[in-house]
């Protein structure tokens, strides 16, 4: 059983639903209060969606500089696997972790709805047990996620596989339908959707759950839960 | 009045405590009377109207705490920042009572979109909440969105909240303990929303010269809303319970420190000296009558034993919540009767100058009550007289019907509907439905329904049946999600108690309330009353929204939606015809209406029967929530539209045509009266036989299948056309040029 720590810095509110579907995968999910400076002992890291120290100034502009975010940064450079949703990938972005930016939606107003999205490379902890091509449904819920990048960073993303997840219609205005992006290495992904609320057919979908099972590095063998 | 409770003349800041104190918002001065006479009780009321919020036992273990208030005034003016202070304003509310918000609902009511105005304040207000809303991290579930004229200068904002937290830990606003402390937590105080109750929420708009004289005048009393602040505060005050730091708690919201001092005193008896040089300012120079009556937002008053000072300290400097002791609980004065009066001091420092001192009872409890002279209005025979269900039909039904066709997601995607993962239907349906789930809860296999309604087309016209219909369709609405309803809540949005006419309406819909509450066995367990919505002399039509709470016993399958399926039957369940002089009353729909047909009768209010055919579908729908499988593939409640606007939503979310028999001309088509159900199902037989031995009328009305929806020979329209126009017409709308 693996300890998954997930971030909480003051603002965060996905922590609680981040971390059942960590528990709901069997696994242990452990809060790790945003003024912490070490990981020890952890396993894989979330940093959840929400509203980091209010969004102010811009998302994720603020937590970047919270002190878990040394610890984070050294946990990645060791291989260790790091998920960012939403917000998290927001901070993870504005730390340096991911490449890219992410913009106020084209409308211009919050988006809260389903959306279809086509797993594009499966070279990252998120997307290993997928299949490339393979369509999972999981909800959006942003105001900024419109993913940018400027065209060598695109060009780069594209031809290492780290363009991991993208959006079968496009809802925001991301450059080339990008959902989600992971770092060179496949340890580190960012994606704007919520595969944590994609966890149990009660509430819609259970698609999120092979996301799961991927960044959690449960065996391919074992199946995936029915709901 | 206040010189006989003090027995001397008040000074000028005790004047002005008792001037927000006593001010039609707090105090319901106009409605108390009223008020009384609806039905509180029910074996699992735990707390009932009067405290911040009702509560009821939900089962296993969990409590279910619910409110709703109205923020029409501050969002006519300021409609960004007065729907986000609404929304911070009910969820201080539910986690006063100890409970986790978990959900919030927003029935809205605009002026026609035609108006450039309108449309400015829908989007000022739906941003408003979602930018607040979904910051603060609580899910908004549902509502309502309602377009007409009598709101155009008087737009209503109503925001329900609900919330949950185990059983045992339920908290009232009581300051109890003599040495205890009284601990401001949040913002500093600021000249933001002085008067706020008074200025903006007990007084009329004057309008005289248009929308125009609305604004600038009264737009300092709107306070500012800081979603950021009020996050930190929720998980500062949840913490502080989970650990049992506080003896009681109370929100600051209207009249800011004053109420909140004034309230906890009064309910605990006990005296309170408040040392207004010790609360934080935003600003030099404040006087201490805009201290004490200050609406800044994100602030609340908890009750604390010295020995825990220590550890309130650290755990709210952990969210960087401010905390500061302005208060102490000392002992009641004993009067020259020798009776114990729970006094409320003002001081300038803890030993320092008596500002103000009052009682603390005369404040919350003792305004003065009003029995407001009521009159029927003159005209409404007239109004009655002039009913639209004689008409003869002009035009097409086919037009009729694309008129009415409305799909509220352009509003609701922008909130966060889905946090905490609960949300098994969410907006835009009959009802929302919510696992019974949270932080900090036990687990529950129940779930919980909220709908929130109003129809002040029937409440125009005959406020007390008006008012009886409202609360069947609402009961009607949680069938649909397969829930029982156990409580209600209502916001009473009404115009100038000073109009006879209006204290009438006011009057006559709480009776229509008590009766439909006593007929379905309904508990009312919260509520607001909102007078004063009026705009250069014009009250706005009677407007109560009710709330309804319902459980579902077994949620652990989906009830099934609007979508139907090819081949299966469609079905209508309940009474075909109105228990009405007509068969199919026209007075008071959406088709009338949106002729300009405003006159007309309603429906008569019949619990016996709408009880059996609601009881027959939630029993339905339960049953499938909770995993038996079942030949019902789609169920919709026939409400505001009527008949034909419930088939055509069908038609465009589930992409899929429908013939249906002919009906009985352009009147059954549009009439609007609860305890009708559309059901589709692909066993006829076997759903008929089930529906007669519950006594419940059925009546097949066609097939699912094809890409036309054709009604008889009165409606022909695609699939493409009936689903294209639903998903447009907001949009359309709010783009307009104008």
Redesign the interface.
């Known amino acids: 059983m693996s300890r998954i720590g997930v971030v909480v810095f003051p603002g965060s509110n996905c922590e609680y639903d981040a971390a059942a579907a960590v528990e709901r995968l069997g696994d242990q999910a452990e809060f790790i209060w945003h003024t912490r400076t070490d990981l020890d002992g952890i396993d894989g890291v979330i940093l959840p969606g929400g509203f980091a120290h209010g969004d102010y100034l811009r998302p994720g502009a603020l937590a970047r500089f919270s002190p878990v975010m040394a610890a984070v940064e050294r946990f990645a450079a060791t291989g260790g696997p790091v998920l960012g949703i939403c917000n998290g990938f927001q901070v993870l972005v504005e730390a340096g972790l991911l490449p890219g930016a992410l913009q106020k939606n084209r409308g211009l107003t919050f988006l809260c709805q389903p959306t279809t999205l086509v797993v594009s490379s499966t070279s990252s902890v998120l997307t290993r047990h997928a299949r490339v091509g393979q369509e999972l449904v999981v909800p959006i819920n942003h105001f900024s996620g419109s993913y940018t990048c400027d065209d060598e960073t695109y060009d780069e993303l594209v031809r290492n596989g780290q363009i991991v997840l993208r959006y079968k219609e496009n809802p925001n205005g991301s450059r080339d339908d990008i959902a989600g992006v992971a770092n060179k290495a496949g340890n580190v992904v960012g994606l704007m959707p919520h595969p944590e609320r994609a966890m149990s057919a009660l509430l819609g979908s259970a698609d999120g759950v092979v996301l799961f099972e991927g960044f959690l590095g449960v065996p391919l063998e074992q199946p995936a839960l029915a709901n | 009045m206040i010189r006989e409770v003090l027995d001397r003349e008040p000074n000028s800041l005790e004047l002005a405590l008792y001037g927000v104190m006593w001010s039609e918002h707090c105090s319901y001065k106009s409605s108390r009377i009223h008020l009384r006479r609806l039905p509180t009780e029910g074996a699992h009321v735990l707390v009932g109207p009067g405290e911040n919020a009702g509560v009821i036992d939900a089962g296993d273990g969990i409590a279910v705490a619910i409110r709703i208030e109205s923020h029409n005034h501050p969002s006519a003016i300021e409609p960004y920042q007065g729907a986000a202070t609404g929304v911070g304003g009910i969820l201080r509310d539910v986690f006063t009572m100890g409970a986790r918000p978990l959900a919030v609902m927003d029935p809205l009511f605009f002026g026609e979109l035609s108006d450039a105005r309108q449309r400015w304040l829908v989007e000022g207000v739906v ?1 408003g909440i ?2 607040y809303g ?4 609580v899910p908004t579930i549902g509502g309502e969105l309602t377009f007409d004229d009598c709101y155009a200068s008087n737009p209503l904002v109503n925001v329900l909240c609900c919330g949950a937290l185990p059983t045992e830990r339920l908290v009232l606003g009581v300051a109890s303990g003599v040495g205890n402390l009284a601990v401001l937590l949040g913002s500093s105080t600021g000249r933001d929303g002085i008067g706020g109750v008074s200025v903006l929420a007990s007084a009329g708009f004057d309008g005289a010269d248009g929308a125009e004289s609305l604004d600038d005048a009264k737009r300092p009393s709107v306070q500012v809303g ?3 602040e009020e ?2 505060l929720i ?1 500062a005050c949840l913490a502080l319970l989970d650990d049992g730091l506080v003896v009681g708690i109370q929100d600051l919201g209207g009249a800011g420190i004053v109420c909140a001092t004034s309230e906890t005193a009064a309910r605990g008896g006990v005296g309170m000296d408040v040392d207004v040089s010790a609360i934080p300012l935003r600003e030099a120079g404040m006087e201490p009558f805009e201290i004490m009556t200050s609406e800044s937002q994100e602030r609340m008053l908890a009750i604390i034993t010295p020995e825990n000072w220590d550890a309130v300290a650290k755990l709210c400097a ?3 919540v401010r905390a500061t002791v302005i208060g102490h609980v000392v002992e009641p004065t004993i009067d020259e009767n020798g009776r114990a009066v729970a006094m409320l001091r003002v001081r300038q420092g803890f030993d320092g100058e008596i500002l103000a001192e009052v009682p603390a009872s005369s404040l919350a409890d003792e305004a003065p009550l009003y029995d407001r002279p009521m009159s029927r209005p003159a005209d409404l025979d007239a109004i009655n007289a002039d009913d639209p269900s004689d008409d003869e039909p002009v035009g097409s039904p086919n037009d009729d019907l694309l008129d009415l066709l409305v799909d509220p997601a352009w509003v ?10 609960n ?2 239907v969410g907006p835009g349906r009959d009802a929302a439905l919510l ?1 019974l789930g ?2 900090g809860l036990p687990y529950s296999e129940r779930g919980i329904a909220l709908s929130t309604d109003s129809n002040p087309r029937w409440c125009a016209l005959d406020p007390r049946t008006g008012t009886s219909l409202t609360v069947a369709e609402s009961v009607a609405n949680l069938a649909c999600v397969g829930a029982t309803a156990k409580a209600v809540v209502n916001c009473l949005n009404f115009g100038n108690p000073e109009h006879p006419e209006v204290m009438w309406q006011l009057s006559e819909s709480i009776d229509g309330m008590t009766e439909a509450c006593l007929g379905l066995g309904l508990p009312v367990i919260g509520g607001n009353v909102s007078l004063y919505n009026e705009s250069g002399g014009h009250d706005i039509d009677p407007t109560p929204v009710v709330g309804l709470l319902g459980v579902v016993e077994s ?4 009830p099934p939606g609007w979508g139907w399926r090819e081949g299966d039957d469609i079905v209508l369940v309940g009474t075909r015809h109105a228990n009405s002089q007509y068969r199919f009353p026209l007075g008071g729909t959406r088709w009338a209406t949106r002729r300009g047909r405003r006159g007309g009768h309603v429906p008569n209010f019949d619990a016996e029967t709408l009880a059996a055919a609601i009881d027959f579908v939630a029993g339905e729908i339960a049953s499938i929530c909770a995993g038996v499988s079942s030949d019902v593939t789609a169920v919709h409640d026939v409400g505001a539209g009527g008949l034909a606007t419930a088939l055509a939503e069908m038609v465009a979310v589930s992409q899929l045509g429908a013939g249906i028999v002919e009906l009985e001309g352009h009147a059954e088509l549009f009439s609007e009266f609860p305890g009708r159900f559309v059901m589709t199902t692909n066993d006829v037989d076997a759903f008929v036989a089930r529906a007669d031995v519950a006594g419940v009328p059925v009546t097949h009305l066609g097939t699912v299948g094809g890409a036309v929806l054709r009604i008889g020979s009165m409606i022909n329209l695609s699939v493409d056309e009936v689903a294209s126009r639903r998903r447009g017409a907001l949009e359309e709308s709010l783009a307009a040029v104008g």
């Open positions: 941003s979602s930018g979904n910051s603060v991290g800081d979603p950021y996050k930190r998980e952990k969210w960087e609701y995607r922008q909130y966060d509907s889905q946090l905490f993962l949300t098994v696992r949270g932080p949620l652990v399958a989906p």
